[in-house]
């Protein structure tokens, strides 16, 4: 049987005196579609950073496609991470003055795919996210909600079960925010998980799913109805 894609089991993570996460249990199946909500500094990005494998818990179990993050050297963490977790953050993170493509490209620049192979499956993630005209576009050439778009082909491109996205529509105006939920929709319908940060209480009410957190505790986990 097929692993959850995460298993948070009464996670802990302080910073000095602050709590930022306590006794956290989250499950999430492959294929899902969710939402974190929560006031600004309630732990949403602790949650996410641990579930990223970006920070390490200081109590309870994470398993992540099946492993246990404490059984795993730090090597064995960034190979995991490389291969199951995709992340797109509000800022896009793209490197200036570079093709857009050979932006995307570089998402699989530690996992031995030559250069050749890495483009090929670039240009095809462009045109997964509707791209395929903007290849050798710069990110300055670009409207901010085509870089997010950008950003998710980058993310996407070995095809990982699990895509982390901190306030993605964060920096964009409504419509280019609307064409970013349309490509993470579409990226879920195609298998993959997708779990979003948000402020935008529409966008977590128009999820299946949502998780809410307040002062490091998830207080609410909520599915909509079937159809509604
Ligand atoms: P959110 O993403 O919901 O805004 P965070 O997870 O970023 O919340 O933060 C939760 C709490 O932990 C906040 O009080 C924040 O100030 C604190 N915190 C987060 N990261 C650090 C850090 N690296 N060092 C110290 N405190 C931190």
């Known amino acids: 049987m097929t692993p959850p894609v995460v298993e948070m089991e009464g996670v802990s993570k302080s910073y000095g005196p602050v709590h930022a996460l306590r006794d956290a249990t989250l499950t999430i199946a492959r294929g899902e579609l969710l939402s974190i909500v929560g006031p600004s500094g309630s732990g949403k990005s602790t949650l996410l950073n641990v579930m990223g494998t ?3 818990s200081d109590t309870g179990t994470t398993r992540i496609d099946g492993h246990d993050v404490a059984d795993l050297s730090d090597g064995e963490l960034s190979a995991l991470r490389a291969r199951a977790i995709g992340f797109v953050f509000q800022q896009f993170h793209l490197a200036g ?13 530690y996992g031995g795919t030559r250069r050749a192979e890495r483009v090929r ?62 490509v993470l929709h579409e990226l879920n319908a195609a298998g993959t998980a997708v779990v979003i940060i948000t402020h ?4 977590a009410g128009s999820l299946p799913r949502a998780v809410q957190i307040k002062d490091g505790r998830i207080e609410h986990d909520t599915r909509a109805e079937v159809g509604a």
């Open 97 to 109: 003055g570079v093709p857009a493509v050979e932006n995307v490209a570089d998402g699989l620049l």
């Open 200 to 203: 935008d209480h529409g966008i």
């Open 121 to 182: 499956l670039a240009e095809r993630a462009m045109r997964r996210v509707g791209l395929g005209h903007r290849l050798a576009h710069r990110p300055h050439e670009l409207s901010g909600g085509e870089k997010q778009r950008v950003a998710i082909a980058r993310a996407v491109l070995g095809d990982p079960p699990l895509l982390l996205a901190d306030e993605p529509t964060g920096a964009l105006d409504s419509r280019s925010g609307a064409m970013v939920m349309d």
């Open 54 to 56: 970006l920070a390490r």
